[in-house]
Structure formats: C-alpha cells, structure tokens
C-alpha cells in the first residue's frame, strides 16, 4: 500500500510538473503539442479527478485532498482554459473548423455523395432510354414545362428576386436540416432523402435533355448549383455522423458516440446553412439574370475552386489545433 501510495504522489507530482511548464511557455503551449501528447496530458488530467474524486468520497488525509484539488485547478485552468481563449480570440476559428470537420469525414462525404448523386446519374439515364419513366417521376407541371429562353428556365423580374431568393434560401435550408437530422433514423432518413432529390434531380435533367431542353436547365442550375448541391451532399454526410454514432458507436454507449460527433456534425451542418444562404442569393439575383452562357459557366467553375481551395486547404497550418478539438471531446464525454 505504501509503495502505491508513493507511485500516486510521483504522478501527481509529475502531472503538476508538466502543467506549470506548459502555463509558463504562455498560450499557445497546448496548440504546439502533438495529439498524442495532447491525448496523454488529458489522461493524465482524467486520472488525477478521479483520484480526487475517491480521495473526497473515503475521507483522506486533507493534505491530499487540498494538493489533488490544487493541481486539478491548474490542469482545468490549462486544458480548458487555453481553449477557450484560443476559440474566442481567434475570429476564423469556426471558418476554419468547418472546412477541418468535412476533411476528417470524408467518408461520410463520399457515402452522401454517392447517394445524391448515384442517383442522380441513374435516373438521368433511365429517363433517356426509357422516357415513359420521367411521366412517373416527374410532376406534371415539369412535363410540359418550357423555359423562359434558350438559355435559361426561369424569368424572375428584378423586383421580385429578393422574395425569391429569402424563400430559395428558408426551403434549400429545410432540406440540408432534414439530411443532418434524419440521421438520428440510424441514417435510414438521411439516405432515403438523398436519394429521393437525386432522383428528381436526375429525372428533370433527363426529361429536359430529351427534349433538347438541357442548355436552358444547366443555363439556370450552373451559377448556384456547384455551392447548393455540395451543401446538400455535406448535409447527407452530416447526417451519416450522427448515425454511425447509433450504429457502430464502438466500445461507448451511443449516447457517449453522439456527444463525441456530435460537435463536427454540427458545425458541418451550421456550415452547409451558410453555403446555402450564398447559393440563395446567386440562385435569386445571378440564375435569372441577363448573362450569357459562357459566363454562367465560368461562375460554376469559381464557385468550385473557390470551395475546392477552401475545403482542401483552410486551416491545415493549424493541425495541432483541431488535435485539441478532437480530444477536448473526449475529455468532456467519458
């Protein structure tokens, strides 16, 4: 019991030691540890409160219990305390996040897609060779619907974009929620939903190429397409989190797996709301406007790169940083 005691008293020590050392290299000491010696510290940090915790609980010496509860002060003061200046005085912080959320699941970025868009493509070529199929799975007012010209499906007057776009924006961002929550059915929701829009989106593309209809469908979709139908597909993977949680939560219960994703789900989601509220306004003030072809064309493939170089790129410099994210998680949920 004795050499027992004195291990306890070395960790502690030891744990005390390094978290007056971290404090004194200032605040950006946590954001230069690498995750696994992040992962250690809170360990270490989990081990000495519940030290503390029976220390309390079997009436210890009061010595011992004033030294655990000291240093159980200076490691929170340090783990959560750096963080959340490090959150609040950084304004990119959730910018970056985002674009960190969707690059560490890019699995469920890749299901999503391959649900929305499968289908998609799959409808689009069944509509082409069998175009008795776009009467069942189109609405009737898509199947004698013509375009306001050849270039473009809608004619919207200048005065009325604004109200178009608000509802554009309030019914686009109904769907990427329903994604994100239906994942709470186990994902069975979040995959029905997505294919369901894939379909319809692949059966008015079919139906409109068939009847040579196509270079007015794209002339419209082009501008705010690349940014809407992305936020959508993210959505789906939002949604594909929170269900993974359900099924397959590992070694925790699921309600610990959904708090652990729970975060990044969230922040997928509050990030594709936002995409969306710039896809409104292209889609309520750019679709319907006088510009020709080419140039629809080419705010496609802007809107593109800019979120390929955004998703690809932001806030790689800070990789130590999101480490903190992951395992503040952690540290919060067991």
Same mark, same amino acid.
């Given at each position: 019991?004795?050499?027992?005691?004195?291990?306890? /008293?070395?960790?502690?020590?030891?744990?005390?030691?390094?978290?007056?050392?971290?404090?004194?290299?200032?605040?950006?000491?946590?954001? $230069?540890?690498?995750?696994?010696?992040?992962?250690?510290?809170?360990?270490?940090?989990?081990?000495?409160?519940?030290?503390?915790?029976? +220390?309390?609980?079997?009436?210890?010496?009061?010595?011992?219990?004033?030294?655990?509860?000291?240093?159980?002060?200076?490691?929170?003061?340090?783990?959560?305390?750096?963080?959340?200046?490090?959150?609040?005085?950084?304004?990119?912080?959730?910018?970056?996040?985002?674009?960190?959320?969707?690059?560490?699941?890019?699995?469920?970025?890749?299901?999503?897609?391959?649900?929305?868009?499968?289908?998609?493509? %799959?409808?689009?070529?069944?509509?082409?060779?069998?175009?008795?199929?776009?009467?069942?799975?189109?609405?009737?007012?898509?199947?004698?619907?013509?375009?306001?010209?050849?270039?473009?499906?809608?004619?919207?007057?200048?005065?009325?974009?604004?109200? %178009?776009?608000?509802? #554009?924006?309030?019914?686009?961002?109904?769907?990427?929620?329903?994604?994100?929550?239906?994942?709470?059915?186990?994902?069975?929701?979040?995959?029905?939903?997505?294919?369901?829009?894939?379909?319809?989106?692949?059966?008015?593309?079919?139906?409109?190429?068939?009847?040579?209809?196509?270079?007015?469908?794209?002339?419209? #979709?082009?501008? /705010?397409?690349?940014?809407?139908?992305?936020?959508?597909?993210?959505?789906?993977?939002?949604?594909?989190?929170?269900?993974?949680?359900? %099924?397959?939560?590992?070694?925790?219960?699921?309600?610990?797996?959904? $708090?652990? #994703?729970?975060?990044?789900?969230?922040?997928?989601?509050?990030?594709?709301? +936002?995409?969306?509220? %710039?896809?409104?306004?292209?889609?309520?003030?750019?679709?319907?406007?006088?510009?020709?072809?080419?140039?629809?064309?080419?705010?496609?493939?802007?809107?593109?790169?800019?979120?390929?170089?955004?998703?690809?790129?932001?806030?790689?410099?800070?990789?130590?940083?999101?480490? #903190?994210?992951?395992?503040? $998680?952690?540290?919060?949920?067991?």
């Amino acid at each position: 019991m004795a050499e027992r005691a004195e291990e306890k /008293h070395l960790q502690w020590n030891r744990f005390a030691d390094r978290v007056d050392r971290l404090n004194r290299q200032g605040s950006r000491a946590l954001g $230069k540890l690498s995750s696994g010696e992040l992962a250690n510290l809170i360990d270490d940090y989990q081990a000495l409160i519940a030290d503390l915790a029976r +220390a309390r609980s079997m009436g210890a010496d009061r010595a011992v219990v004033t030294q655990l509860n000291r240093i159980a002060v200076s490691g929170h003061n340090l783990l959560y305390g750096q963080m959340q200046r490090q959150t609040i005085g950084d304004g990119s912080h959730w910018f970056l996040s985002f674009a960190r959320a969707v690059r560490r699941h890019s699995w469920a970025v890749a299901l999503s897609a391959l649900m929305f868009f499968g289908s998609a493509v %799959v409808s689009y070529v069944a509509v082409l060779f069998y175009p008795d199929l776009g009467f069942e799975l189109l609405d009737d007012s898509f199947i004698e619907f013509d375009p306001a010209s050849s270039e473009n499906l809608h004619d919207i007057p200048s005065l009325s974009r604004p109200v %178009v776009s608000s509802t #554009i924006i309030a019914n686009n961002i109904q769907v990427t929620f329903m994604a994100f929550g239906l994942g709470l059915t186990a994902g069975i929701g979040t995959t029905v939903l997505l294919i369901f829009n894939g379909v319809h989106l692949g059966s008015v593309a079919g139906w409109m190429t068939l009847h040579g209809k196509q270079r007015a469908l794209w002339g419209w #979709i082009m501008p /705010h397409g690349g940014t809407e139908l992305l936020s959508i597909s993210l959505a789906g993977a939002a949604g594909y989190l929170l269900a993974a949680a359900i %099924v397959a939560p590992g070694l925790v219960r699921r309600s610990t797996a959904l $708090k652990a #994703i729970g975060g990044d789900a969230l922040v997928i989601e509050l990030g594709c709301m +936002a995409m969306l509220v %710039v896809a409104g306004l292209i889609e309520g003030f750019v679709s319907p406007s006088d510009i020709d072809f080419t140039t629809r064309i080419a705010v496609l493939g802007l809107s593109l790169s800019l979120w390929a170089v955004y998703f690809f790129t932001a806030g790689l410099e800070k990789t130590n940083h999101a480490g #903190i994210e992951s395992n503040e $998680k952690l540290a919060t949920t067991q």
